[in-house]
C-alpha cells in the first residue's frame, strides 16, 4: 500500500490513474488480478497497442457508417442496415493473431454483434441491437458515433507503468506481495529447469484436493512440477473436485481449469463418484433441483457423465425439509433460536446444529436471540474492527487529544461533542448540548473554547482533566502507553488537589461484571477487538525505525481507510465446546451437520440482487476474464448447492 500510494502520488494530473489517488485498493486489487493471469507490463502495453490500432482503423468507416444516424430505428429492417455494415468492418481489421490469449477487442465485439443480430431477427425487434451499440459505442468530441474503449486502453497503458514502478519499488525494498509468492516461483522454475527436474524428481506422486478453487496461476504451477518428458504426457498426478462447489471464483478461482488439467495430459482417467455419505436422499433430491439450473458445468464437456447423486447411508433418520416466510427479520431469529432450542431439549448436540448465510452480516444480528435462550454459541466471524463502536469511540478519543496538543481548537471542538456523547461516560446529552449553546453564544473575542468551559464545569471536569493531561504527553509517551490511558487500563496522575488521579471509563462500561454476565458477545467482541488492535499495531511497529505515537496510530488507520482494506478480526466466538455453529458457506464447506438453517433465503441475500462494489480501474473488454466481475447466477446456484449439502437429514 505505501509503495503504490508513494507511486500514484507522484503521477501527473494527467495520468487516468491519479483519480485513483483516493481509492487506492481498487489499483492494489487490478494488480493482483493481473499477476494471477500471469501477466506483466510488457504483456499489458502489448493488448493496449493492438486494441489502440484496432479501435482506431475501425473508427475511420463507423464514423462513416453511422454518419447520417440521428436515433435508433424502431423497426428491425432499417436498424439492420447500420449494424450488419458494422459487422464487416469489425471482421475486416480483426488481427490474424492476438497477442493476448483471452482474446481480442475484435473477436469479443464481432462476437457479441453477431448474436445481438441473430437475437433480433429472431424476435423481430432492435433491441439486441440498442443494447450491443450501448455496450460498444460512444460519441466523440465531434458527436460522431465511435467504437469505445479509447479510456480503457489508456489507463491500460499507465498501469502498465505503474506496474513496473511498483516491481522495481519491490525489488529495491527486497519486498514481495502475496500473489508474488505463487508467480515468482513460476518464473524461477521456468528459468531454471535444473531446479524444475530437481523437484519433479523429489515429489513423484501429487494429489491436488479442491480442484475446482484453483486458478491460473495455480494450474501453471501444477503443468510446470508434472511437464517432464520422461513421463511422455502422463506424470502421477491426480486431482480431485467438483465443479459444482466452486465457490471461491472472487479469488480468481475458475471450475474451468478442470478441463484444462484434463486436456494438458494424455489417458487422463476419469472416476466419477456419486456416492453420497452425509446426506438423506431428500436432502440430496433438493440440492439436485438446485444444480440442475447450473447453465455451465463439467458433465456437459463429458458424454454419458452423470453427477446426480445418490444417498449411501440408510441409518440415517428420516428427513425433515421446512421453508418458512416471516414478516421481519426479528420473526425470522427469534423463530431460529425457538427452534434450536427446542432440538437441543430435545437431544440434539449443539456443535450438530449450524446457521449458515452468505456473509457474516446476517449472522450477527442472530447472536443475542440465541443468547437470550441461553444457546451456547461458536461465531467465527470476519468483522472490520474500524467499524466497530469500541473502536471507533477510541479513535476519536485519540483524534481529541492529538488536536489539543496541536492547539486546534476548532477541531478539539467539535470532537468534544461527539466524544463526550460516549455511552461510558454517562452524560446526559442535554448538558452536552448546554455547553454547546454556551460556546456558540459566546462572542468569539473571548476565546472561550469547550476545554476552558469543561473545566468549570464539575460534571465535566475529570473527562476535561483526562484529555487535557494526555495532550501534554503526545509527544512523549509511546502508542502503547497512551492506548492504556485512553482505554482506562492505566490511571492518569494529574497532580492536582482532589483530583490526583483520572481514569477513562471505557474498560470498565465493556468489561464488567454485570456486562459479562448480561452482554457476553459485548465483553468479548470488545477484548477481541482491541487485542487486534494491538497485534496490527505491534506488526506495524517492527517496520518502523522509530517508536510508534499517538498520531502514529491515526495515520495507520488512514492507511488502512485510503487503500479500503479491512482490519480484520477472525478470532473465534466460543461460548462452550459443544456449541451451535454460526458460519458463512464458505466456512462450512467440508463441514456436515444433522440440521442446517439456511438464513434470510431471499433474492437480496443469495440471488442475483445482490450488488458488489465495483472496481474503478476499469479493463477493457478483453481483459474481463481476469476479473471477477461480482457473483453469476451460476455462481449463486452452487454457493447454494453448498449450503444445502452441509445438512443431514434436517434442513
Known amino acids: 500500500h505505501q509503495l503504490l500510494q508513494k507511486i500514484v502520488n507522484g503521477l501527473s494530473y494527467s495520468n487516468p490513474l491519479k483519480q485513483l489517488e483516493h481509492h487506492l485498493g481498487d489499483l492494489i486489487s487490478t494488480i493482483g488480478e493481473v499477476k494471477r493471469a500471469l501477466l506483466d507490463s510488457k504483456d499489458l502495453l502489448a493488448i493496449a ?8 482503423s475501425v473508427n475511420k468507416d463507423i464514423t462513416h457508417i453511422f454518419g447520417d444516424f440521428a436515433r435508433m430505428p424502431t423497426k428491425l429492417e432499417p436498424a439492420l442496415h447500420f449494424f450488419t455494415q458494422t459487422l464487416e468492418v469489425l471482421q475486416k481489421f480483426a488481427p490474424t493473431k492476438s497477442v493476448n490469449r483471452f482474446g481480442s477487442l475484435s473477436h469479443i465485439a464481432t462476437k457479441e454483434l453477431e448474436s445481438a443480430i441473430e437475437e433480433a431477427i429472431a424476435i423481430d425487434k432492435a433491441k439486441p441491437l440498442t443494447k450491443w451499440k450501448n455496450d460498444w459505442l460512444a460519441k466523440n468530441s465531434s458527436s460522431q458515433f465511435v467504437l469505445s474503449g479509447e479510456l480503457p486502453n489508456k489507463r491500460l497503458v499507465a498501469l502498465a507503468g505503474v506496474l513496473e514502478e511498483y516491481k522495481t519499488a519491490l525489488t529495491k525494498n527486497g519486498w514481495y506481495d502475496f500473489d508474488d509468492m505463487i508467480t515468482r516461483s513460476i518464473e524461477t522454475l521456468e528459468k531454471n529447469p535444473d531446479l524444475r527436474f530437481t523437484l519433479q524428481e523429489q515429489y513423484l506422486y501429487l494429489l491436488l484436493d479442491e480442484f475446482q478453487d484453483t486458478n491460473a496461476v495455480q494450474l501453471k504451477l501444477v503443468e510446470l512440477l508434472t511437464e517432464n518428458p520422461v513421463n511422455e504426457g502422463r506424470p502421477n498426478v491426480m486431482a480431485v473436485g467438483d465443479d459444482d462447489q466452486a465457490i471461491y471464483a472472487f479469488q480468481g478461482a475458475q471450475y474451468s481449469n478442470m478441463l484444462s488439467y484434463y486436456n494438458m495430459y494424455k489417458d487422463v482417467a476419469l472416476i466419477n463418484l456419486t456416492g453420497n455419505y452425509r446426506s438423506h436422499s431428500d436432502i440430496l433430491h433438493t440440492a439436485h433441483n438446485i444444480v440442475s439450473q447450473i447453465n455451465s458445468n463439467l458433465q456437459s464437456q463429458f458424454e454419458g457423465i452423470s453427477k446426480t447423486l ?29 427452534q434450536i432450542s427446542s432440538l437441543i431439549r430435545k437431544g440434539t448436540d449443539p456443535s450438530e446444529i449450524a446457521v449458515l448465510a452468505p456473509t457474516h452480516k446476517y449472522l450477527t444480528a442472530l447472536v443475542p436471540y440465541l443468547n437470550s435462550k441461553a444457546i451456547p454459541v461458536r461465531y467465527e466471524k470476519r468483522e472490520d474492527i ?21 492547539n486546534d481548537t476548532e477541531t478539539a471542538n467539535a470532537l468534544w461533542v461527539e466524544v463526550l456523547s460516549f455511552d461510558f461516560w454517562k452524560i446526559p446529552v442535554s448538558d452536552i448540548w448546554k455547553l454547546s449553546w454556551k460556546v456558540n453564544d459566546t462572542d468569539k473575542s473571548d476565546n472561550l473554547s469547550w476545554s476552558k468551559l469543561l473545566l468549570d464545569e464539575p ?47 471505557l474498560r470498565a462500561f465493556y468489561t464488567s461484571s454485570a456486562v459479562q454476565e448480561s452482554q457476553p458477545e459485548v465483553f468479548y467482541e470488545t477484548i477481541s477487538n482491541l487485542i487486534v488492535l494491538r497485534a496490527k499495531l505491534h506488526k506495524h511497529q517492527a517496520t518502523k525505525e522509530t517508536v510508534l505515537r499517538l498520531v502514529d496510530l491515526i495515520s495507520f488507520v488512514n492507511m488502512y481507510e485510503a487503500a479500503d482494506e479491512r482490519m480484520t478480526n477472525s478470532s473465534p466466538y466460543n461460548q ?14 467440508g463441514l456436515e451437520f444433522e440440521h442446517v438453517f439456511l438464513l434470510s433465503l431471499q433474492d437480496e441475500v443469495w440471488g442475483n440482487s445482490t450488488r458488489g462494489k465495483s472496481n474503478k480501474l476499469t479493463l477493457p473488454a478483453n481483459l474481463a476474464p481476469i476479473r471477477h466481475a461480482g457473483a453469476s447466477e451460476d455462481e449463486r446456484l452452487r454457493i447454494l448447492f453448498v449450503a444445502i449439502t452441509r445438512a443431514k437429514f434436517g434442513l
Not at 497497442?49 to 482506431?56: G, L, M, V
Open 310 to 338: 445418490t444417498a449411501a447411508r440408510k441409518d440415517l433418520q428420516a428427513a425433515k425439509i421446512t421453508r418458512n416466510e416471516f414478516l421481519s427479520d426479528v420473526e425470522q431469529n427469534d423463530w431460529i433460536a425457538t
Open 49 to 56: 497497442d493492438e486494441n489502440t490500432e484496432f479501435i482506431s
Open 576 to 589: 462452550q465446546v459443544s456449541a451451535v455453529q454460526l458460519m458463512t458457506v464458505f466456512k462450512a464447506k
Open 386 to 406: 474500524l467499524q466497530t463502536k469500541v473502536v471507533k469511540e477510541l479513535i476519536a478519543m485519540s483524534k481529541l487529544v492529538i488536536a489539543l496538543a496541536a
Open 459 to 505: 460534571k465535566f471536569r475529570e473527562p476535561a482533566l483526562l484529555f487535557l493531561t494526555l495532550a501534554g504527553k503526545v509527544t512523549n509517551e509511546t502508542c502503547e502507553n497512551m492506548l492504556d490511558y485512553l482505554i482506562g487500563t492505566e490511571a492518569l496522575n494529574t497532580n492536582i488537589s482532589g483530583i490526583e488521579t483520572v481514569r477513562s471509563p
